[in-house]
């Protein structure tokens, strides 16, 4: 006993060894957390197979300087109640009018499988998504087609 009736507990090879395993149980125990939920949200993957992508390389840039020539301009796709909505307009700055447009709808990082989309269009020339696309962020990869013209765009939507 010591002064005023307090005990002195001795700090043991016992208490040490508790410290040491309780920080280390710690650490790994965060460790296989943020692990497991890096794994559970992206699968790590931008292509699946990058050899296979470097050889269309060439094409898509060629892809890319022909949709240039159409002179079309794609908005950002924006949510309207529970459909997607985009507007797409000419060189000369008026709605393209009679196109077709498709889409994939794909969820960022994977927590949905993709589904594809169509959409029709409004008499304001405004494209609008026939099915309804989830809450949510999503990534539209969009196909365009007028005549013998076509045109790829992604656009997100939140």
Avoid: C
Wanted: cysteine-free.
């Amino acid at each position: 006993m010591t002064k005023q009736g307090h005990v002195v507990k001795k700090f043991t090879g016992y208490h040490a060894a508790a410290i040491i395993i309780a920080f280390f149980a710690v650490v790994v125990g965060v460790n296989l957390f943020m692990a497991r939920f890096a794994l559970s949200t992206f699968s790590g993957t931008v292509v699946d197979n990058s050899y296979v992508a470097s050889q269309k390389y060439n094409d898509w840039l060629e892809q890319a300087r022909n949709q240039k020539e159409h002179g079309w301009t794609v908005s950002p796709a924006l949510r309207e109640a529970d459909k997607a909505s985009i507007t797409i307009t000419t060189a000369d700055g008026m709605p393209l009018l009679g196109a077709a447009m498709e889409a994939i709808a794909e969820h960022p990082v994977g927590r949905a499988d993709p589904f594809e989309i169509s959409f029709t269009q409004t008499a304001t020339g405004e494209y609008r998504s026939v099915q309804p696309l989830p809450e949510g962020r999503w990534k539209l990869k969009i196909i365009i087609s007028l005549d013998d013209q076509n045109m790829r765009v992604v656009r997100d939507i939140w």
